[in-house]
Every structure is written in structure tokens, then in C-alpha cells.
């Protein structure tokens, strides 16, 4: 259980990844948005503590180098943005067959139904926007897009927008606070900070698993077939 609760915690991430710590928050943004195992991986929580670790006061009294603020300005969203692109060009390259593989440690396939029913609940642009801030159905989101036939260009604008205002507004928060906090107290402050915003993102993951619980106490069990999103979805977006 322990190696989970590392995986979870940013701080671990950016002690391991040291001197390379910008290029990992970088590399572990486009795995979480673009590839379907990064969905354990820590997004929320890590943007917030990467801005807050890119204060140099801050970073030093961690014993870490400090991250590179403009790079992550610049080169958060970029990946952010190509990762979901990656995600529903595979989607609409394999289509369902991409999910056709047994449940395991790192792959449910109440995940992929999550996302298609944020995807039918929303529609397409308010869900690829919302998705960026809800933690696994970011992940399943995009391939789940292209399922759908949503279209690239219009894929591309709203995963433009959501990319954006996710990726720049919780490394600004993390900046913001990185400035506000008294290096010698840091221990005080930034850490339990850091793990308030891991319980927060892991909040829409623990009401989903009650109601998905409660909705399998009312109801029969299906007979062989999983969800799908209706038929009159593909092919309109």
C-alpha cells in the first residue's frame, strides 16, 4: 500500500525526479492525459505542488532544485493539450477494441463507462473540459471522444480550452502560495496544503464509488454486455 501512497503524493515525485523534476511534471502531464495507464498518476496535486516548488525559497528549504516556472508555464499545457489529442487518435484509430482487455490493477472498465457517461451527461465540449478536472476520467475521456466520432477540430478547440485553464490555473494557485509561505515554516504549511489538495481531487473518485455501489444494490446485474453509450451519439461530433 505504501507504493500507491507514493505514486499519490507529488512531493515523492518531485524529491525522486530531482534536477529533472521540470521535465518529469512534463512527462507525467502528457502520460495522464494521453496514455491509459498515467491514469494512477498524480495531476491536480502535482501542478499545484510543482508551482508551489518553483519558488526557489521554497524549493531549497525541501532540499530540491527548484522547478523552472516558465517552462512549466509554457510546456504544461503543450503537453497537456498533445496528450488528449494522442488519446482521441486512438480512440477513433482502434475504437472500442482498445478497450477489449480484462479488468487488472491498472485497468477497470468502469473507468471507460465513467467516461461515457460524463461524456452523454455533459455532451462533448462541456465534458472534455470538465473532464480535466475530475482524475481518471481526464484519462478516458479522450479516447473515449474518438469512440464517439467526436470530431478532431472541435476535439481540438475544447481540449485547447479545458488544457489551458486547468494546466495555467492550478500551477498560478501553487505559485501563489509557494510565494505567500515562509520557507522555515514550509514543513507547517506547504506539505499538509499538498495532501488537503490530493483528498480534494480524490473526492469525485470516492462519491462515484458510493453511487456506483448503491446503484449495484438497486439493480440486477447486466448479462454479459457492458455499457454503451447509445448509438445515436457516434458519428455527431
Known amino acids: 500500500m505504501d507504493w500507491l501512497l507514493n505514486l499519490l503524493d507529488p512531493t515523492w515525485w518531485l524529491t525522486i525526479l530531482g534536477a529533472f523534476a521540470t521535465i518529469g511534471v512534463l512527462a507525467i502531464i502528457f502520460a495522464e492525459t494521453g496514455l491509459l495507464l498515467g491514469f494512477f498518476l498524480p495531476g491536480d496535486s502535482l501542478l499545484v505542488a510543482a508551482g508551489i516548488f518553483s519558488s526557489a525559497s521554497v524549493a531549497q528549504g525541501m532540499g530540491i532544485e527548484p522547478l523552472s516556472f516558465p517552462v512549466l508555464v509554457i510546456g504544461t499545457p503543450l503537453c497537456a493539450i ?32 465513467r467516461a461515457e457517461e460524463f461524456f452523454e451527461k455533459f455532451g462533448p465540449a462541456r465534458a472534455v473540459i470538465l473532464a480535466r478536472f475530475v482524475p481518471i476520467v481526464r484519462t478516458f475521456m479522450n479516447p473515449v471522444a ?18 489551458v485553464i486547468w494546466v495555467e490555473g492550478l500551477i498560478l494557485l501553487g505559485n501563489f502560495l509557494g510565494a505567500q509561505v515562509d520557507p522555515k515554516q514550509i514543513d507547517k504549511y506547504i506539505l499538509p496544503g499538498v495532501f488537503l489538495i490530493v483528498f480534494i ?37
Open 82 to 113: 498533445a496528450g488528449a489529442q494522442l488519446g482521441h487518435f486512438l480512440g477513433m484509430r482502434f475504437g472500442r477494441k482498445m478497450f477489449d482487455k480484462p479488468d487488472s490493477r491498472l485497468f477497470k472498465r468502469e473507468h471507460v463507462v
Open 146 to 163: 474518438g469512440v464517439l466520432q467526436m470530431s478532431s477540430k472541435r476535439f481540438f478547440i475544447w481540449n485547447v480550452v479545458g488544457g
Open 201 to 237: 481531487s480524490l473526492i469525485p473518485i470516492i462519491v462515484e464509488a458510493i453511487k456506483h455501489r448503491r446503484a449495484g444494490k438497486r439493480l440486477p446485474e447486466p448479462s454479459g454486455k457492458h455499457h454503451r453509450v447509445p448509438s445515436s451519439f457516434d458519428g455527431q461530433y
